[in-house]
């Protein structure tokens, strides 16, 4: 993977290349940045550059057999480990080697893609995927054996935060002391879930989401759209260019999260004092807890942003409100007087409360349905 290839970022391209053509790269780095900032496929390039001793900022000039093995990701040194779950193939036990074909064309096909594309990909979509027990023992084993180009060996881990404990716990070992000419190359979204004793163990790296001219001037140069749609769906990508994607080719259209989102604060407005309206939330509640977990907890994100961007409104940001509601006879701007300085904090921490709910696998129905009476509650807070 070329440098050039990737959106943006020029800082931690010119840190990466300088440090490892001096010889300075840690044994153990963890990369922090939100979906669609391209920590995954700067990883990747990173990982050829050290492993193919290039010299310039497209990523040539050393080994070109090593380089044209990173094409299709099949670099003998360079190992994966992702998310996965059984699946109608994987049965038992599964872990990131059951899935590599569908791993490689996954990055190639989309290398800005998010963990719900992926477990979408490998039709998992209703499951949590993790990295389990099983996976770290498969890492341990890769990793013992010598490097066959007799150089490096990286291990890139994606989705670090899914590491369960006892993976965690049995990798501490090898992240403190790695067998030789072996780098750790951990991708997270969300810093706060790796576990304390995994963090501490690495130098950490920060990515910012991508600014909509890097977005609007990816979109015209890759997609081919006019400038102004580029601009538009920029807007309201809010840095994450895989977000920008999927509002071009209008993916995700599986969920209609934003009819739920109607049907549901309508339904709060309506039960105050309204016994036939609580059961249009409990019925609301059993709907969304028919879907898997990974897009429930994907649409109460969408839930939070809906309720950001009305407050936003109702106090006059106007140029930070980038949702344009399509669901008939709802408007974000009658909507946004009943989001204000004395509701928004408790929306956002029973929101917040009941993903962290679901993602611990309780029961969706009772979460959804105890949401949305306090959201009832909120909704009519003056």
């Not at 890139?156 to 899914?162: Q, S």
């Not at 163990?201 to 102004?228: K, M, P, W, Y």
Request: contains cysteine; negative net charge; aromatic residues 10%.
């Amino acid at each position: 993977m070329l440098f050039s290839e990737i959106l943006g970022q020029e800082h931690i391209k010119s840190h990466l290349t300088k440090s490892a053509s001096a010889g300075r790269v840690p044994h153990a780095q963890l990369f922090v940045g939100p979906e669609g900032s391209g920590a995954l496929p700067m990883v990747i390039a990173y990982a050829q550059y050290i492993l193919c001793a290039n010299t310039d900022d497209e990523n040539n000039g050393g080994n070109e057999a090593c380089n044209l093995k990173f094409n299709n990701l099949s670099h003998p040194d360079l190992h994966f480990v992702f998310p996965v779950a059984t699946n109608s193939e994987v049965k038992s036990h599964p872990v990131s080697g059951n899935f590599m074909k569908s791993w490689r064309e996954f990055v190639t096909e989309t290398p800005y893609g998010g963990l719900f594309d992926w477990y979408k990909k490998i039709d998992i979509a209703k499951k949590q995927g993790q990295i389990g027990v099983d996976e770290a023992q498969e890492i341990v084993k890769s990793l013992s054996l010598k490097a066959y180009e007799g150089g490096h060996k990286v291990m890139i881990i994606w989705m670090a935060d899914r590491m369960n404990i006892s993976s965690a716990n049995k990798l501490l070992k090898l992240l403190e002391e790695p067998p030789e000419k072996t780098i750790f190359l951990l991708v997270t979204e969300d810093e706060d879930n790796i576990l304390q004793t995994i963090l501490s163990r690495c130098q950490v790296l920060h990515f910012g989401g991508l600014s909509e001219q890097v977005i609007t001037d990816g979109l015209v140069s890759r997609e081919n759209i006019a400038a102004a749609d580029a601009k538009k769906l920029a807007h309201q990508a809010q840095g994450n260019y895989n977000q920008a994607l999927h509002l071009l080719h209008k993916k995700g259209d599986e969920y209609p999260f934003e009819e739920w989102f109607v049907q549901w604060v309508r339904a709060a407005f309506r039960a105050k004092g309204n016994a036939a309206a609580i059961q249009d939330l409990i019925s609301w509640s059993e709907q969304i807890a028919s879907i898997g977990r990974e897009a429930q907890k994907q649409f109460l994100d969408f839930c939070i942003t809906m309720f950001r961007q009305a407050l936003m409104l109702n106090y006059q940001a106007k140029d930070l409100v980038y949702v344009e509601p399509t669901v008939a006879k709802f408007k974000l701007e009658n909507f946004a007087p009943f989001v204000n300085g004395n509701n928004i904090n408790g929306i956002f921490t029973e929101i917040s409360d009941a993903i962290y709910h679901i993602e611990r696998n309780g029961n969706a129905k009772i979460i959804l349905t105890d949401l949305s009476i306090k959201l009832t509650r909120l909704i009519h807070k003056k």
